[in-house]
Nanobody, 128 residues
Framework: QVQLVESGGGLVQAGDSLRLSCAAS????????MGWFRQAPQQDREFVAA????????FYGDSVKGRFTISRDNAKNMVYLQMNNLEPEDTAVYYC?????????????????????WGKGTQVTVSS
């Protein structure tokens, strides 16, 4: 069992940066791939980024490539999402998630059903 708690959301202006944090508890966390998803009002939950259990592999959604960076610190049980050059379209609730069945890569865009554990989310609002 893994518990996830996100923090770091807020209200920023377009072009600003923000770093989200996800605190994980549970001794099996370090063997899981971790991901970030986001959901805007009246929209489906969208994949943002994912990282392998040891941090060697990272994956990004097309809309955030080159602007967002996912990282993890297993010694601190933390996962981070550095978001640069934010756009109003990035406004959403951001969720941290854990994938206990990561096979070594994602051949396709990671899907919600692949992640068994979820945090409650943190709101990010980007004004124009």
């Amino acid at each position: 069992q893994v518990q996830l708690v996100e923090s770091g959301g807020g209200l920023v202006q377009a072009g600003d940066s923000l770093r989200l944090s996800c605190a994980a508890s549970g001794r099996t966390y370090r063997s899981y791939a971790m991901g970030w998803f986001r959901q805007a009002p009246q929209q489906d939950r969208e994949f943002v980024a994912a990282i392998s259990w040891n941090g060697d592999s990272t994956f990004y959604g097309d809309s955030v490539k080159g602007r967002f960076t996912i990282s993890r610190d297993n010694a601190k049980n933390m996962v981070y999402l550095q978001m640069n050059n934010l756009e109003p379209e990035d406004t959403a609730v951001y969720y941290c998630a854990a994938d206990p069945d990561y096979s070594g890569t994602y051949y396709f865009t990671p899907q919600r059903y692949e992640f068994d554990y979820w945090g409650k989310g943190t709101q990010v609002t980007v004004s124009s």
